[in-house]
């Protein structure tokens, strides 16, 4: 989700938690907790720093470590330590216990949009992404902005939060069904399709679709329950050459393919170097396909600059090669 849902949902968890007596009948408990669980829901997004460094550091790390179990393990500890010596040092448990909700429920909200995390880590480093609801999605941000107030005033935070919650249940469920029937949709139009990427759009009726045969990947997008197919691309492996080996130990391009499960390649031939793209079908705009990564090489396949991101323009990309 957007930092934004996390934060109102981080206040509604803070509700959530005056429906203990204990927590209810002492203000100051309330606030603290309050804080515990504003703070936990954003803990997990700290890897963002990593846009100041690069975009490849940033890909390869967004919600990876960051989101893994030995990160929630050591988000709520380090959170519920922190809170319990500045405030109530005889309520560890319930700050360890809400430190806990916050983080673990800012991981799990996360697995629903197309980006997905690795949450099963060290286990397994395999993305998971249920593309059910879009990293912004209004209805469940104004669903939790709408508990901000009752939780800030302490008017019945605990009932009217549990409320919410219990609408949110229903509405994953409903997106779910839904998702299921646009992945039918893109079946009864593509049966010989082995894959089908989901990405939902913010708005709920819209989703944009990415279907794999064995020959080629189809880019199209389900409106009303109507599919239809804007690109159509032939399956071509990655030649094996020297450029692609010396592609493929780049940091950005290794950054791209960790992340990005359905991709088309291009090799593209200029007077004085070559370049390599390659291109996520997951995110096209109406014209252009903006997640991409590019390597430029001399002919002695020595790579001049690289680049992965997302850029929305030709003459962006070339200069985001030279500065790089």
């Not at 700050?95 to 429920?105: C, D, H, Q, Y």
Request: aromatic share 16%; with cysteine.
């Amino acid at each position: 989700m957007d930092t934004g849902t996390h934060l109102v949902m981080g206040f509604t968890l803070g509700g959530l938690a005056t429906l203990s007596p204990v927590v209810l009948n002492d203000p100051h408990l309330t606030n603290a907790l309050l804080l515990t669980t504003i703070i936990g829901s954003q803990l997990p997004d700290s890897d963002t720093i990593l846009k100041l460094r690069n975009n490849a550091k940033y890909l390869k790390h967004h919600r990876g470590i960051t989101h893994s179990i030995p990160a929630v393990i050591g988000w709520t500890l380090a959170l519920s330590i922190i809170m319990t010596l500045f405030n109530h040092r005889d309520h560890f448990g319930i700050f360890l216990f809400w430190s806990f909700i916050a983080v673990s429920v800012h991981v799990f909200v996360d697995l629903f949009n197309a980006y997905g995390t690795q949450a099963l880590r060290p286990f397994s480093n395999r993305w998971i992404a249920f593309g059910i609801i879009n990293t912004f999605d209004p209805f469940i941000f104004v669903l939790h902005l709408i508990g901000v107030p009752f939780v800030i005033f302490h008017f019945k935070a605990g009932p009217i939060c549990i409320l919410l919650y219990i609408f949110m249940v229903f509405y994953y469920a409903f997106r779910y069904r839904q998702k299921r029937i646009v992945i039918q949709t893109v079946y009864n139009k593509l049966p010989k399709a082995k894959h089908v990427y989901v990405s939902p759009s913010i708005k709920y009726t819209h989703y944009h679709i990415v279907a794999s045969t064995d020959t080629h990947h189809y880019v199209g997008k389900i409106k009303q329950r109507n599919f239809t197919i804007h690109d159509e691309f032939k399956r071509i492996p990655l030649p094996v050459i020297e450029d692609v080996k010396a592609a493929f130990k780049d940091e950005n391009v290794k950054s791209f393919l960790a992340f990005s499960p359905v991709y088309i390649w291009e090799l593209i031939g200029h007077d004085d170097h070559k370049e390599l793209r390659l291109i996520d079908l997951r995110y096209r705009t109406d014209t252009y396909y903006p997640f991409v990564a590019v390597v430029k090489f001399d002919y002695d396949h020595h790579i001049i600059s690289s680049f992965t991101g997302w850029i929305f323009s030709e003459k962006k990309l070339q200069k985001k090669l030279k500065m790089d």
